[in-house]
T-cell receptor
Framework: GAVVSQHPSRVICKSGTSVKIECRSL??????MFWYRQFPKQSLMLMAT?????????EQGVEKDKFLINHASLTLSTLTVTSAHPEDSSFYIC??????????FGPGTRLTVT | DQQVKQNSPSLSVQEGRISILNCDYT??????FLWYKKYPAEGPTFLIS?????DKNEDGRFTVFLNKSAKHLSLHIVPSQPGDSAVYFC??????????FGSGTKLNVKP
């Protein structure tokens, strides 16, 4: 199957700083990438959908100025958590859609804000 | 308001027996359903799907059943193997763009 990578896998940052998470599709071109957030023992919650070369579409309740998404190429999307706070601590997962409906997920990034 | 629910957070099954994982949804517009499997520290991987025009889809040891009138789907694994131990998520979509996920069921297959 298609491979999606995320970097870093874990990050610890201080409150008030910004953190960038990268999502790459390694062996296919992803016209659409998705960013999810997962709280412990809860479902994956879609944060935003990004299409290459256009602005991301954010889900209701997700602050677009806080979670900056850039989809600069067909193989790379980045999520930047700006001015991070402890409540932003979570597991962030990206997925990339190759064609039709199937989404390929990255391994996730564990963000801890101290 | 969670549109996709997996009410069993965990399930334990003996190796060789059947595992049945359940999922309920509330939105009648959903017409495509997926099951994902997730190991610790890894992203979810696609397992099997079903569209609303079918009520059953089979792939090897995995079968998904869809009951549209009950807004219920289930994943059957037969026979269960220890390597199947993982968290299973169901997901539903009305437009292939936005998928709604359940909270997952942790399956433990005992040798």
């Amino acid at each position: 199957g298609a491979v999606v990578s995320q970097h870093p896998s874990r990050v610890i940052c201080k409150s008030g700083t910004s953190v960038k998470i990268e999502c790459r599709s390694l062996d296919f071109q992803a016209t659409t990438m998705f960013w999810y957030r997962q709280f412990p023992k809860q479902s994956l919650m879609l944060m935003a959908t990004s299409n290459e070369g256009s602005k991301a579409t954010y889900e209701q309740g997700v602050e677009k100025d806080k979670f900056l998404i850039n989809h600069a190429s067909l193989t790379l999307s980045t999520l930047t958590v700006t001015s991070a706070h402890p409540e932003d601590s979570s597991f962030y997962i990206c997925s990339a859609r190759h064609k039709s409906y199937e989404q390929y997920f990255g391994p996730g990034t564990r963000l801890t804000v101290t | 308001d969670q549109q996709v629910k997996q009410n069993s957070p965990s399930l334990s099954v003996q190796e060789g027996r059947i595992s049945i994982l359940n999922c309920d949804y509330t939105n009648s517009m959903f017409d495509y359903f997926l099951w994902y499997k997730k190991y610790p520290a890894e992203g979810p991987t696609f397992l099997i799907s079903i569209s609303s025009i079918k009520d059953k889809n089979e792939d090897g040891r995995f079968t998904v059943f869809l009951n549209k009138s009950a807004k219920h789907l289930s994943l059957h694994i037969v026979p269960s193997q220890p390597g199947d131990s993982a968290v299973y998520f169901c997901a539903a979509s009305a437009d292939f763009n936005k998928f709604y996920f359940g909270s997952g069921t942790k399956l433990n297959v005992k040798p």
